[in-house]
Structure formats: structure tokens, C-alpha cells
């Protein structure tokens, strides 16, 4: 016999299960959980990762670091820089990685499948504010006499990251300063070892000056040998930096940063238009920095372009000036100034007037000037850089491929140019396709040290006659790569045989496959602001202007133009212009001027760029704006331009070019096939073999009125010529 308890000695769940099945009033079946979330889709080259807990899909390969970056998760850093290569030797990156023992630096820490990443748990707090302890142990804390103070990322960092006490009571470390020429100034005793000065140095600008001597508590960075930064673009140190051991020697205990008034403006002192950033103080530019533009400079810009500055207060020309009986220029108001202008262009026929636009012109006081000529009947207009080259073909002057193509180039060709004193950014990224990409790289020109390899091909034109006939064997290196590229200096646009000169290029250039159907590698690299520009709107002469030679003109009327004045010898000279250089010596009225940082203008650089400056101060003395003054002088001619705003003005340089409409835009310009050179005859093709392809930039510092003014490039040219600080 069966005990009764035997049966609720059973297994209760199934006791349980057994009852509530055969109940007739049993409950129906729980619903089946629901489905997990659909997963992101993800492309196959995309790895998913965890951070803080937020599932993102970053690309394989990246770091730790750029994966944080890309969920929105700021990770402080001092070695680390986008641009150069990773080093890893701040520690301040600390990041936590489940079953990891201990914390990684995320710079140097590539990414792997569903790794889970902590950012901010208590290890990676105290690590940090360890690291922090250990870098402000020999850090002098002189925040309230250094120059890096308000923006000096250890400052920052340090309030976030750092503690709230000091538990070092020793001896700080020194360091002996180094000299480094004169344009950055060094305090070594605040250096952290971040050595970005040093990748910087090495990868970018391509010169072996920086780097680190000793050991452990020893180390220092410097110069192996006492010497200056032999690089122009050494200012950037100062830029990467993240402390004030490197710091800017002319800016030096002038001004804070918070003091600063910041505009946003174009670099006018070479053809690429580099974005800049001009800080002033009242009425006077303190600094230049750079601005970040991914497609022309990056983040960097040259030593001209950012301490240049100072020659905007020197030599400068504050009011009107007319010449009297004596011969010796006398101040004058404006009423008097355009009288008298406005008489000798009333009394002068057309055809012996002549306009001539500088290198530094903005867009819009040149259609001014082009319009006022044209309504009086001249149209002997032209640019001093350019003179004489034609306007008809935009690719035939412009730098077709882009700043950016030429990392894209397996093959290029340097003529006539050197593109280190031309044009120092570009530089760079020519030395990055030739280290990193493998771009090889050759020369008919001048044979300098452009920091990477290059093969000379000669530097006479009887060397290009020979690549262009497909004698040389590298002529049949260009016809096999995929994208040549040709870069044609601004030195052989002023030969007295450039148009046989650009026929042979184009030449060349149609036989070796240059351009193709998606790739256009002829490029001109102008060396200055206003160039292109001036040939877009056409500024150059006209069909009346033809038979005209320059000895018969008897005025001129020169846009802060210095050359191209001495071709007219008698000749009544007006100089409308910021500088008291060579354009106004041999002036006999002058019109003052406003400089790039004191006005509203268009600049269009090498590669058709159409870009804005913005006024950082107010023109100098009684100066005004360029158009305006040619607004006032065609009032008192008697040929009224008609507009009255800068608005006007710059639908009017829509109406002749559209480049202008788009700013900040690149518009491929179609290619003729060397149609622009075609009609060049027999005898005007002959090239003079005789002259050598020199560069248009023989002293890198000094380039324009405003370089010239500056005792900062002063310093830089003698320093440069001696060889040593």
C-alpha cells in the first residue's frame, strides 16, 4: 500500500505543472520574450566597439582614442596630434579596457571587436590625476609671467583632471633656454617631452633640427648643434605646443589672449590663399595664427604669412600726397588729391593711359579700376605678376588638380619653381606624397633642398625643349604613370619667351597624358594674393590696347603695383596703396590705401578659390578702402561707376566671372588643349635656350611691401644669411 505522501514527494514542478494542465481553469502560456534589437547595420571595413557603454561601429584600424572621439567622448591628450605620428609618451590618453590588467593608452591602442572601453571609472580618474601629479612635479608654475597663459592645454587639463595639492616639496628641475632664431622663443624649463615639435619638424616641414638629447630625468629637446629652425614654417611649433616652452619671440609679454579681438581672414602673401586668423588689439594686428581648412592649408601656414604682421605699422601711407612745383610731395586733402588725378586723366587721351594692378590687389577695387579705365576709353589694363599673359583659357593659369590633388600624383614635374620659398604649405604636402605615397618627384629649375627627393633634369630651357620632344627618358616616365602632374612656377610666366615657353609645356603635357578625362595635372603655382583674381575679371589689356607701347604712355595709374612703373619714364604717376615701397618713389600723387587686414575683400588663389578677408581694424590715418577711392575718382573724371555698396561691386564681379559667386568653392575650368598658345607663331616659339629657369621668390622673407616693411623678416633675412641665431 502506497502512502499518500508519496505522491507529493514527486518533483514539485512537474507535481504543479501536471495540475495547473489538467484544471480547467488554467491560465494560458506566458508570451515569448520579445526579440532582441536589430544590430546597426555595419559596413564590412567597420569594427563594433563599446564605449561607456554605447555600442559604435568605427572603421579598422583606428586607435582607441579616435574611437572615443567619435562617440562624443572627450579623452585628454598632450602627445597626440592628428597630423603627426603617434609617440605615446604623455600617458595622459589613460583609458580602462575590460580584461585589460591595467590602463592603456588609448592613442597607441588600436581598436579590436567589441571592445569594451571606459572612460570614466576611478581607475582611469586616478591614473590620470597621477600622470598629471608627475608632469607638474618639475613644471615651474610661472603661468602668471608665460605667454601660454589662457590657452595652454596644461592649464586646462590640469583644472579638470589634475588634484587639488602638491605632495612634492624638492627642487624643480631646470633646463637651459636654446636659441632658435628669431621668431620662437623658448622657456625649456616648462617643456613636458610631448615631442610633438620634434614629429612635427621631422614629417612635416622635413628638416633634422629638433630633436631629444639624455635620458629619464635629462632628457631635453633641442638642437643637436646650436642653430636656428632652418624651416619656413617653423612658427607652427608654437601652434602644437601644448605648454609655453615654444611661444611666439615678437609676440612676446605684448598682449593676452582674452584681450584679443579674433577675425577671420585670408593669407595674401603667396598664391595659396591660407586660411588665417588675425587677433587685434584696438587699433593694431598683435598676431596671425592659422585657421583650420582641410583643402588649402590644413592647420599650418608660413613664417610670413604669421609674423609678417608688424610690417603693417611701418612705413605706412596715412593720407593723400601731391606732388608741387619743387617736385617734393606735399600733404594734401582728398578734394585735392582727385583733382588732380581727374585733370591729368582729363587732359591725357586713352591711349596713352595705362592701369596697372599689384600683386596684393583685392577683387574688388580691380573691377573698380577696370570699369572706371574702360568708361574714360582705355583698356591698357594689366597685372604686374602676370603681365602679359593671356586670360582667355582659366586652365592654362590656374592650379588645375587642386592643392589637394597632388597627393594624388604618382609622377610630378617642377618647371621653373620652387615651391619651398613659393609657396611653404604646399611644400609640405608635396613632401607627404613623395615620403608617405611614393610620388616621384623631378625638376627643370632651380635645384634647392626642398626637403624631399628630387631628380634634376637640368635648369635651361634647352633641358625642357628636350623632355617636351621625348628625347629624355623621363618622358616616357610621365607617358606610363596614371597621373602626371605638372607644376609651372610663377618665374616662367615673366620670361621674355614665355609663351614659347607655355606652348612647350602644353605640349608636353597633351604627349604625356597630363590631363584625362577625370584628371587634370597642369598646374601654375602664382606667388601672390591678387593675381588670379586680376585674370578672371580680365584685367588685362584689350584689343585697342594692342599696338601700345609702354614708352608712349604718359599716365599711370598704379593698385599698390611696385614694377612695371620704370617702363614709362615721364610718365605722370598716380599710387594708390598702403606702403611707402618702391611704387611710391617715383610717385606724383599718392591715394593711401588699406592694407588686408584693414578692409572687406575677395582674394582668389591659386586654384581658383574664390575666398573673403575680413576688416580686423580700421585703415591707418585718412586711408580708405581701395574701390571706394576709385568710386570717388570716377565721380570726379566725369565716368561714374554704378555702384555704391561693396554688394554692387561684387555682383558686378558675378556678371564677369561667375568664380565669384561661389566662395570658398573650386569650379573645374575646361581644358583647350593648348589652344590658348596655338596661334603662336614660328619665330615667337623659339625658345631662348640661353636662360635658365631661376624661382620668382629669391629672398623667401621679403616678397611684397608689407614683408619688406617688417623688422621681424628683417631679422629673418639676416639671420638666414649669417647662418646661425
Same mark, same amino acid.
Given at each position: 500500500?502506497?502512502?499518500?505522501?508519496?505522491?507529493?514527494?514527486?518533483?514539485?514542478?512537474?507535481?504543479?505543472?501536471?495540475?495547473?494542465?489538467?484544471?480547467?481553469?488554467?491560465?494560458?502560456?506566458?508570451?515569448?520574450?520579445?526579440?532582441?534589437?536589430?544590430?546597426? !547595420?555595419?559596413?564590412?571595413?567597420?569594427?563594433?566597439?563599446?564605449?561607456?557603454?554605447?555600442?559604435?561601429?568605427?572603421?579598422?584600424?583606428?586607435?582607441?582614442?579616435?574611437?572615443?572621439?567619435?562617440?562624443?567622448?572627450?579623452?585628454?591628450?598632450?602627445?597626440?596630434?592628428?597630423?603627426?605620428?603617434?609617440?605615446?609618451?604623455?600617458?595622459?590618453?589613460?583609458?580602462?579596457?575590460?580584461?585589460?590588467?591595467?590602463?592603456?593608452?588609448?592613442?597607441?591602442?588600436?581598436?579590436?571587436?567589441?571592445?569594451?572601453?571606459?572612460?570614466?571609472? +576611478?581607475?582611469?580618474?586616478?591614473?590620470?590625476?597621477?600622470?598629471?601629479?608627475?608632469?607638474?612635479?618639475?613644471? +615651474?608654475?610661472?603661468?602668471?609671467?608665460?605667454?601660454? $597663459?589662457?590657452?595652454?592645454?596644461?592649464?586646462?587639463?590640469?583644472?579638470?583632471?589634475?588634484?587639488?595639492?602638491?605632495?612634492?616639496?624638492?627642487?624643480?628641475?631646470?633646463?637651459?633656454?636654446?636659441?632658435?632664431?628669431?621668431?620662437?622663443?623658448?622657456?625649456?624649463?616648462?617643456?613636458?617631452?610631448?615631442?610633438?615639435?620634434?614629429?612635427?619638424?621631422?614629417?612635416?616641414?622635413?628638416?633634422?633640427?629638433?630633436?631629444?638629447?639624455?635620458?629619464?630625468?635629462?632628457?631635453?629637446?633641442?638642437?643637436?648643434?646650436?642653430?636656428?629652425?632652418?624651416?619656413?614654417?617653423?612658427?607652427?611649433?608654437?601652434?602644437?605646443?601644448?605648454?609655453?616652452?615654444?611661444?611666439?619671440?615678437?609676440?612676446?609679454?605684448?598682449?593676452?589672449?582674452?584681450?584679443?579681438?579674433?577675425?577671420?581672414?585670408?593669407?595674401?602673401?603667396?598664391?595659396?590663399?591660407?586660411?588665417?586668423?588675425?587677433? #587685434?588689439?584696438?587699433?593694431?594686428?598683435?598676431?596671425?595664427?592659422?585657421?583650420?581648412?582641410?583643402?588649402?592649408?590644413?592647420?599650418?601656414?608660413?613664417?610670413?604669412?604669421?609674423?609678417?604682421?608688424?610690417?603693417?605699422?611701418?612705413?605706412?601711407?596715412?593720407?593723400?600726397?601731391?606732388?608741387?612745383?619743387?617736385?617734393?610731395?606735399?600733404? !594734401?586733402?582728398?578734394?585735392?588729391?582727385?583733382?588732380?588725378?581727374?585733370?591729368?586723366?582729363?587732359?591725357?587721351?586713352?591711349?596713352?593711359?595705362?592701369?596697372?594692378? $599689384?600683386?596684393?590687389?583685392?577683387?574688388?577695387?580691380?573691377?573698380?579700376?577696370?570699369?572706371?579705365?574702360?568708361?574714360?576709353?582705355?583698356?591698357?589694363?594689366?597685372?604686374?605678376?602676370?603681365?602679359?599673359?593671356?586670360?582667355?583659357?582659366?586652365?592654362?593659369?590656374?592650379?588645375?588638380?587642386?592643392?589637394?590633388?597632388?597627393?594624388?600624383?604618382?609622377?610630378?614635374?617642377?618647371?621653373?619653381?620652387?615651391?619651398?620659398?613659393?609657396?611653404?604649405?604646399?611644400? #609640405?604636402?608635396?613632401?607627404?606624397?613623395?615620403?608617405?605615397?611614393?610620388?616621384?618627384?623631378?625638376?627643370?629649375?632651380?635645384?634647392?633642398?626642398?626637403?624631399?627627393?628630387?631628380?634634376?633634369?637640368?635648369?635651361?630651357?634647352?633641358?625642357?625643349?628636350?623632355?617636351?620632344?621625348?628625347?629624355?627618358?623621363?618622358?616616357?616616365?610621365?607617358?606610363?604613370?596614371?597621373?602626371?602632374?605638372?607644376?609651372?612656377?610663377?618665374?616662367?610666366?615673366?620670361?621674355?619667351?614665355?609663351?614659347?615657353?607655355?606652348?612647350?609645356?602644353?605640349?608636353?603635357?597633351?604627349?604625356?597624358?597630363?590631363?584625362?578625362?577625370?584628371?587634370?595635372?597642369?598646374?601654375?603655382?602664382?606667388?601672390?594674393?591678387?593675381?588670379?583674381?586680376?585674370?578672371?575679371?580680365?584685367?588685362?589689356?584689350?584689343?585697342?590696347?594692342?599696338?601700345?607701347?609702354?614708352?608712349?604712355?604718359?599716365?599711370?595709374?598704379?593698385?599698390?603695383?611696385?614694377?612695371?612703373?620704370?617702363?614709362?619714364?615721364?610718365?605722370?604717376?598716380?599710387?594708390?596703396?598702403?606702403?611707402?615701397?618702391?611704387?611710391?618713389?617715383?610717385?606724383?600723387?599718392?591715394?593711401?590705401?588699406?592694407?588686408?587686414?584693414?578692409?572687406?575683400?575677395?582674394?582668389?588663389?591659386?586654384?581658383?578659390?574664390?575666398?573673403?578677408?575680413?576688416?580686423?581694424?580700421?585703415?591707418?590715418?585718412?586711408?580708405?578702402?581701395?574701390?571706394?577711392?576709385?568710386? #570717388?575718382?570716377?565721380?570726379?573724371?566725369?565716368? #561714374?561707376?554704378?555702384?555704391?555698396?561693396?554688394?554692387?561691386?561684387?555682383?558686378?564681379?558675378?556678371?564677369?566671372?561667375?568664380?565669384?559667386?561661389?566662395?570658398?568653392?573650386?569650379?573645374?575650368?575646361?581644358?583647350?588643349?593648348?589652344?590658348?598658345?596655338?596661334?603662336?607663331?614660328?619665330?615667337?616659339?623659339?625658345?631662348?635656350?640661353?636662360?635658365?629657369?631661376?624661382?620668382?621668390?629669391?629672398?623667401?622673407?621679403?616678397?611684397?611691401?608689407?614683408?619688406?616693411?617688417?623688422?621681424?623678416?628683417?631679422?629673418?633675412?639676416?639671420?638666414?644669411?649669417?647662418?646661425?641665431?
Amino acid at each position: 500500500m502506497t502512502h499518500p505522501a508519496a505522491h507529493t514527494s514527486a518533483a514539485p514542478g512537474i507535481s504543479r505543472h501536471v495540475a495547473s494542465t489538467s484544471s480547467p481553469a488554467a491560465r494560458p502560456p506566458p508570451p515569448p520574450p520579445p526579440p532582441p534589437p536589430p544590430r546597426r !547595420a555595419r559596413r564590412a571595413d567597420t569594427v563594433p566597439v563599446f564605449v561607456d557603454g554605447e555600442e559604435i561601429a568605427v572603421p579598422k584600424g583606428v586607435t582607441v582614442l579616435q574611437a572615443c572621439e567619435q562617440a562624443g567622448v572627450d579623452v585628454p591628450r598632450f602627445c597626440y596630434h592628428q597630423r603627426l605620428s603617434i609617440a605615446g609618451n604623455c600617458r595622459m590618453c589613460l583609458v580602462e579596457v575590460e580584461k585589460s590588467p591595467k590602463p592603456v593608452a588609448s592613442c597607441a591602442m588600436p581598436v579590436m571587436p567589441n571592445m569594451n572601453i571606459k572612460t570614466t571609472t +576611478p581607475l582611469v580618474k586616478k591614473a590620470r590625476e597621477g600622470v598629471m601629479e608627475f608632469l607638474l612635479i618639475n613644471h +615651474p608654475l610661472d603661468c602668471p609671467i608665460c605667454d601660454q $597663459g589662457g590657452e595652454c592645454e596644461l592649464q586646462d587639463q590640469s583644472l579638470v583632471y589634475g588634484s587639488d595639492r602638491s605632495r612634492f616639496t624638492e627642487y624643480k628641475r631646470a633646463v637651459e633656454d636654446k636659441e632658435l632664431g628669431p621668431l620662437v622663443k623658448t622657456v625649456m624649463s616648462r617643456c613636458i617631452h610631448c615631442t610633438r615639435c620634434v614629429r612635427f619638424a621631422t614629417e612635416v616641414a622635413g628638416v633634422q633640427d629638433l630633436g631629444v638629447t639624455g635620458r629619464g630625468g635629462m632628457a631635453e629637446i633641442g638642437t643637436y648643434v646650436s642653430k636656428l629652425l632652418s624651416s619656413e614654417l617653423s612658427g607652427n611649433v608654437i601652434d602644437l605646443c601644448p605648454v609655453g616652452a615654444l611661444t611666439s619671440k615678437p609676440f612676446a609679454f605684448t598682449a593676452r589672449s582674452w584681450e584679443l579681438r579674433q577675425t577671420e581672414s585670408v593669407d595674401v602673401t603667396d598664391g595659396l590663399g591660407s586660411n588665417i586668423r588675425v587677433d #587685434a588689439r584696438g587699433t593694431e594686428v598683435m598676431r596671425v595664427v592659422p585657421r583650420l581648412h582641410e583643402g588649402v592649408n590644413e592647420e599650418w601656414i608660413s613664417d610670413k604669412a604669421r609674423f609678417s604682421y608688424d610690417g603693417l605699422k611701418r612705413q605706412r601711407l596715412d593720407s593723400p600726397m601731391v606732388k608741387d612745383a619743387s617736385g617734393k610731395l606735399r600733404q !594734401a586733402t582728398w578734394e585735392q588729391a582727385l583733382d588732380a588725378v581727374a585733370a591729368k586723366m582729363r587732359s591725357t587721351p586713352p591711349e596713352q593711359m595705362k592701369a596697372i594692378a $599689384g600683386k596684393l590687389a583685392d577683387a574688388e577695387s580691380i573691377v573698380a579700376l577696370k570699369d572706371m579705365f574702360n568708361r574714360v576709353g582705355c583698356g591698357n589694363t594689366r597685372a604686374e605678376s602676370v603681365e602679359g599673359v593671356s586670360a582667355d583659357s582659366r586652365s592654362s593659369y590656374l592650379f588645375n588638380s587642386n592643392i589637394v590633388g597632388v597627393e594624388d600624383a604618382d609622377v610630378i614635374l617642377l618647371i621653373g619653381s620652387d615651391p619651398r620659398s613659393e609657396a611653404p604649405v604646399l611644400n #609640405a604636402r608635396l613632401r607627404r606624397a613623395n615620403v608617405a605615397g611614393g610620388t616621384r618627384v623631378a625638376s627643370v629649375g632651380p635645384t634647392r633642398d626642398l626637403t624631399y627627393p628630387v631628380e634634376s633634369l637640368g635648369d635651361s630651357a634647352r633641358d625642357l625643349e628636350t623632355l617636351a620632344s621625348g628625347s629624355h627618358p623621363f618622358f616616357e616616365t610621365m607617358k606610363a604613370a596614371e597621373r602626371p602632374l605638372i607644376i609651372v612656377g610663377a618665374s616662367a610666366l615673366r620670361r621674355a619667351d614665355k609663351d614659347a615657353v607655355m606652348k612647350a609645356i602644353h605640349a608636353l603635357a597633351d604627349a604625356t597624358g597630363v590631363v584625362a578625362d577625370d584628371w587634370n595635372g597642369f598646374n601654375v603655382l602664382h606667388d601672390a594674393g591678387g593675381v588670379v583674381a586680376a585674370l578672371d575679371l580680365g584685367f588685362v589689356p584689350s584689343t585697342s590696347a594692342a599696338g601700345v607701347s609702354d614708352a608712349d604712355v604718359s599716365f599711370v595709374y598704379s593698385l599698390g603695383a611696385e614694377a612695371g612703373i620704370e617702363k614709362s619714364p615721364g610718365a605722370f604717376v598716380v599710387y594708390q596703396g598702403h606702403h611707402g615701397d618702391v611704387g611710391a618713389a617715383s610717385a606724383d600723387v599718392i591715394l593711401p590705401g588699406a592694407a588686408y587686414t584693414e578692409k572687406a575683400g575677395t582674394y582668389v588663389n591659386t586654384e581658383g578659390r574664390a575666398q573673403r578677408a575680413m576688416p580686423a581694424v580700421a585703415p591707418l590715418g585718412s586711408a580708405q578702402e581701395d574701390w571706394k577711392i576709385i568710386r #570717388a575718382l570716377s565721380e570726379t573724371v566725369g565716368a #561714374a561707376l554704378p555702384y555704391d555698396t561693396i554688394g554692387d561691386v561684387r555682383r558686378r564681379m558675378e556678371e564677369i566671372s561667375p568664380t565669384f559667386a561661389r566662395v570658398d568653392d573650386v569650379q573645374p575650368s575646361m581644358w583647350l588643349n593648348g589652344a590658348t598658345y596655338a596661334h603662336i607663331g614660328a619665330k615667337e616659339s623659339k625658345i631662348d635656350a640661353s636662360e635658365a629657369f631661376g624661382t620668382s621668390v629669391t629672398n623667401f622673407y621679403m616678397t611684397d611691401a608689407i614683408s619688406r616693411a617688417s623688422a621681424t623678416m628683417a631679422k629673418c633675412t639676416k639671420a638666414h644669411a649669417a647662418g646661425a641665431p
